[in-house]
């Protein structure tokens, strides 16, 4: 019996097993997705905030 190897975060179980998932259905990385406009919709959200607290910081220096 071989002891499993516990995970130091969970995201990192879930991208693992992710990923077993796509290899064991073959599964490719679309090379044209980042041309899609839900690509760029979905880093603009993430980063908003990102961004709005840069603004924030840098026009609130008196």
Sequence with gaps: MHAR???LFTADEA???TNADRRATS???D???ILEPGFWMTALVAF???VAGCL???LTQG
């Design 15 to 17: 991208w693992s097993r």
């Design 31 to 33: 090379p044209n997705a």
């Design 56 to 58: 924030y910081l840098f």
């Design 48 to 50: 908003l905030p990102t």
């Design 5 to 7: 190897s516990v995970p």
């Design 27 to 29: 599964e490719k990385d």
